[in-house]
């Protein structure tokens, strides 16, 4: 049974800081693409930040120089930093396994208010 499980989530002021993480079980992990999306209320889904199998990664434009992914094969886990938040960064925030077929997480909320 495939679970991803991500925990961290809450209410921070603009300009504050979170770490995302995402705990798999039930894939090999290390062969997977990992990714950290978001969904504000109406929105769509979107990609925040990709690392692949091998380490590469990628951001949106929006978070770029702000937010940081990484992974640890050994723990099973992706962690997202997030720096500088703002207001419009509140969403759900997902984590997705990728590799033939993708799982999801169930989401945790990030909320940036003062």
């Known amino acids: 049974q495939v679970q991803l499980v991500e925990s961290g989530g809450g209410l921070v002021q603009p300009g504050g800081s979170l770490r995302l993480s995402c705990a798999a079980s039930?894939?090999?992990?290390?062969?997977?693409?990992m990714g950290w999306y978001r969904q504000a209320p109406g929105k769509q889904r979107d990609l925040v930040a990709l690392i692949t199998n091998d380490g590469r990664t990628n951001y949106a434009e929006s978070v770029k120089g702000r937010f940081t992914i990484s992974r640890d094969n050994t723990k099973n886990t992706v962690s997202l930093q997030m720096n500088s938040l703002k207001p419009e960064d509140t969403a759900i925030y997902y984590c997705?396994?990728?590799?033939?077929?993708?799982?999801w997480g169930q989401g945790t909320q990030v909320t940036v208010s003062s």
């Open positions: 039930g894939i090999r992990f290390s062969m997977y693409n």
């Open positions: 997705k396994a990728e590799r033939f077929v993708i799982y």
